[in-house]
């Protein structure tokens, strides 16, 4: 079948052909029936064009031998559904842009995170990051509610800026629900943001991005241009974060982006230039119950070459086995790196005055298959979130410094690294299955089980109550937010 359409069908893996066959999706009354069409059927189908059948939609999915899982045969593999309503991520998920990076509110937990480095025309060097959480209610209790003001998402927001010449580090964060405009995000395109916090894509093509944000002392307002298509991380398009089925996510990079826009302080914009890294993720699976934290790292080397690795810290010290990364190549190949490719060796420690926790704090990464040695520094110490009026987490997630060897030749560049379950270990019941929502305390049984980043007393205690019908219109229109500043 030639059909042009043919790369678009295969949608968010709701069905997987195996084998040669094509398997097709009828919707009758949004309730599927699954069949399947011998290839003469098909191919007569394709050769007459797009028909309305008995007021019934027919859609014919394809997918490349990429896209097969081997161990399924000839059997379709619907879409994997956790016991709260939401679907978990299995191989076989079929990515499409521009429109994956809208939201994805059929799994539970999702973010949009960017990080980046950028300058001033002085040459005065900032890191920056800005994350959007996106945290769906249980479909059980959402159905128990049909009022159109209950809850149904919670979204939170992360906004740090590093001042690097300076050594100073400002961070905020915001809390909000959806509903009055005050939260959201849309799905099919980007557009994330609380209050007037932002991520959005101005243009259908999605290039740039725009991100906005703003306190009282510092603020940015750039647009990041991609120099690079997405890179799918894992295998068959999953991230594993553990063995069990359902402990993975869908995840994907923007490893390049050109950065232009302003940093203001106290008042004062000022022209920037720099590079982004854009991570979007989502998923709805628990981790397993010995994981105690991860250490996330992305690297932009000055030969266009990208690398992402986060490890999984299990109870005894050692890398969980689903631990795993991507080096991206300067055409926008990748190469996808499982635990045992990479060697990651501590070599420094800086403890925080505020909250007593030991982060490493300088590595020496290799990849031996790959003749690459890097040496990663923090171009500031103290990066360390201690969100205490929201989300009750302590971690450290900084710009780093890189230099080291690749194929004999000396390479620099820049990037970041998160830390997290250095400042108290955490316990694993995490139904958010993503590194960077695994911020979260070891906390005694709250309200709801934990929740990654969103776990805390404040938030478990709202989510419980905005599931509540509203009996009350101040209680209605009460913003239920909160943020933080520390400098």
Same mark, same amino acid.
């Given at each position: ?14 069905? *997987? ?75 076989? &998920?079929?990515?499409? +842009? =521009? ?6 509110? %059929? ?20 890191? &920056? ?6 945290? $769906?209610?249980?479909?059980? !209790? ?30 905020? %964060? ?94 004062? =914009? ?10 979007? %993720? ?34 005894? $010290? ?10 991206? +190549? ?22 925080? !005055?505020?909250?007593?926790?030991? &982060?490493?704090?300088?590595? !020496? ?39 080291? *060897? ?11 690294? %998160?830390?997290?379950? &250095? ?14 929502? $695994? ?12 929740? $990654? ?11 419980? *109550? ?22």
């Amino acid at each position: 079948m030639t059909c042009d359409t043919e790369k678009t069908l295969a949608r968010r893996g709701e069905l *997987r052909p195996r084998g040669q066959r094509a398997i097709s999706l009828f919707t009758v009354r949004k309730r599927p029936v699954l069949s399947q069409f011998s290839n003469a059927a098909v191919n007569e189908i394709a050769r007459k064009g797009c028909r309305r059948i008995s007021s019934v939609t027919l859609i014919i999915l394809f997918a490349t031998l990429s896209a097969i899982d081997p161990e399924a045969g000839d059997r379709i593999v619907p879409p994997v559904v956790s016991d709260t309503g939401f679907r978990l991520a299995s191989p076989g &998920y079929t990515f499409r +842009f =521009p429109h994956d990076h809208g939201s994805h509110d %059929e799994f539970r937990t999702e973010w949009w995170y960017y990080t980046g480095h950028f300058s001033t025309e002085s040459g005065r060097r900032f890191g &920056y990051q800005l994350t959007f959480f996106r945290r $769906g209610l249980a479909q059980e !209790q959402a159905r128990a509610n049909p009022s159109r003001w209950a809850i149904r998402h919670l979204y939170l927001a992360h906004f740090a800026l590093s001042d690097l010449d300076e050594g100073r580090f400002r961070y905020a %964060e915001k809390t909000s629900r959806a509903g009055l405009g005050k939260a959201g995000a849309e799905a099919g395109r980007l557009s994330v943001w609380i209050d007037r916090w932002l991520a959005e894509a101005p243009s259908a093509h999605h290039d740039p991005h725009h991100l906005k944000a703003s306190v009282d002392d510092f603020s940015i307002d750039l647009m990041l241009t991609p120099e690079k298509p997405p890179i799918v991380h894992g295998d068959r398009g999953v991230s594993r974060k553990g063995t069990a089925p359902g402990q993975a996510s869908h995840y994907y990079s923007l490893t390049r982006l050109a950065t232009t826009g302003t940093v203001s302080l106290n008042g004062k =914009p000022q022209a920037v230039t720099g590079l982004s890294w854009m991570d979007h %993720e989502f998923g709805s699976a628990d981790l397993a119950e010995d994981r105690v934290g991860w250490d996330w790292f992305s690297v932009q080397l000055d030969n266009r070459h990208e690398l992402m690795f986060y490890r999984l810290r299990r109870a005894d $010290g050692t890398a969980d086995p689903a631990s795993s990364g991507t080096l991206v +190549f300067p055409d926008g190949r990748s190469h996808h790196l499982s635990a045992d490719d990479l060697q990651i060796e501590v070599v420094n420690h800086w403890t925080s !005055q505020a909250s007593r926790a030991r &982060y490493p704090s300088e590595w !020496q990464i290799a990849a031996p298959s790959l003749a690459l040695s890097l040496h990663l520094a923090p171009q500031l110490f103290d990066q360390e979130l201690m969100t205490n009026r929201s989300t009750q987490v302590t971690y450290w997630e900084g710009a780093v410094g890189v230099t080291g *060897r690749f194929h004999g030749a000396a390479v620099a560049g820049q990037g970041y690294v %998160e830390l997290t379950g &250095y400042a108290e270990r955490f316990r694993q019941r995490l139904l958010g299955c993503f590194p960077k929502l $695994g911020k979260q305390r070891g906390l005694r049984q709250t309200l709801v089980p934990p929740m $990654g980043t969103m776990t805390s007393n404040f938030l478990n205690w709202t989510l419980a *109550r905005l599931a509540e019908s509203w009996t009350s219109v101040p209680l209605l229109l009460a913003p239920l937010e909160q943020s933080a500043q520390a400098s």
